[in-house]
């Protein structure tokens, strides 16, 4: 789907607006800035000239796109007459969601219910298994050794770092900032940690997941005249 490409994050004009930004508000680059959390420790410092610097950045990218990206979504889901079911069919894929077929149309259905805890705990483990079975799709190994001399899956981070040799920079980008950067969203790590806020479970937070659902999709083998129809 267009519309699912169009709102994806891109680096490089991340990177350009971070520079304009410099060279107009020189007085910031005097001082650090350092993400604090809700009990109000800092958690990052964000250091000049690195992808830390860019993924801070983007959150205000995010935060301009997010109503146009909602506004077009339910023009979209209007359009074509979405039902939870229909957009199940638009996101299901027996590869990325092998056995978890009622757990996708589970946290779809509580999107449109509105019940936003229910959906960003169920969608995000469903992307991150997602992502392992895209990264299967490329023959990669989705397992490492541990110290017991066994086998193990291999964390998101890593994920992600095998996927950069097969995705474009824009979209590692994107699942970077959503899911584990502490600079971005890092919406994987707080919510697996326990460390999301009842505000925080919104229809923002699950708006953005279920962009990131639609970007997997599109992923592998999309076709979205025989799913609309």
């Known amino acids: 789907m267009k519309l699912t490409f169009y709102f994806i994050y891109n680096k490089n004009d991340v990177a350009e607006r971070k520079e304009k930004e410099k060279k107009e508000?020189?007085?910031r680059s005097l001082f650090q800035t350092v993400i604090i959390?809700?009990?109000?420790?800092?958690?990052?410092?964000?250091?000049?000239?690195?992808?830390?610097?860019?993924?801070?950045?983007?959150?205000?990218?995010?935060q301009i796109s997010?109503?146009?990206?909602?506004?077009?979504?339910?023009?979209?889901?209007?359009?074509?007459?979405?039902t939870t079911k229909k957009w199940h069919d638009l996101l299901y894929n027996d590869f990325l969601y092998k056995e978890q077929d009622k757990t996708l149309l589970t946290a779809l259905q509580a999107y449109n219910d509105k019940n936003y805890i229910a959906m960003c705990y169920i969608a995000i483990p469903l992307i991150e298994n997602g992502l392992r079975n895209v990264l299967i799709l490329c023959d990669q190994s989705v397992y490492e050794e541990n110290k017991h001399n066994a086998f193990e899956s291999i964390s998101l981070s890593r994920i992600l770092v095998d996927l950069n040799n097969y995705l474009t920079d824009d979209i590692i980008f994107?699942?970077?900032?959503v899911l584990n950067e502490k600079a971005g969203?890092?919406?994987?790590?707080i919510l697996s940690h326990g460390l999301m806020s009842d505000?925080?479970?919104?229809?923002?937070?699950?708006?953005?997941?279920?962009h990131t659902l639609m970007i997997l999709k599109c992923l592998v083998n999309f076709d979205p005249q025989k799913n609309i129809n």
Do not use: C, M
Request: net charge negative; glycine share 2%; proline share 1%.
């Open 66 to 82: 997010y109503p146009f990206f909602a506004i077009a979504l339910d023009d979209f889901q209007k359009k074509h007459h979405l």
């Open 174 to 177: 994107h699942f970077r900032f």
């Open 185 to 189: 969203l890092n919406l994987r790590n």
């Open 25 to 27: 508000f020189y007085f």
């Open 37 to 62: 959390n809700q009990d109000g420790v800092a958690i990052k410092a964000i250091n000049e000239d690195t992808e830390d610097e860019l993924f801070f950045a983007n959150q205000l990218s995010w």
């Open 199 to 210: 505000k925080e479970f919104n229809e923002r937070t699950s708006l953005t997941l279920l």
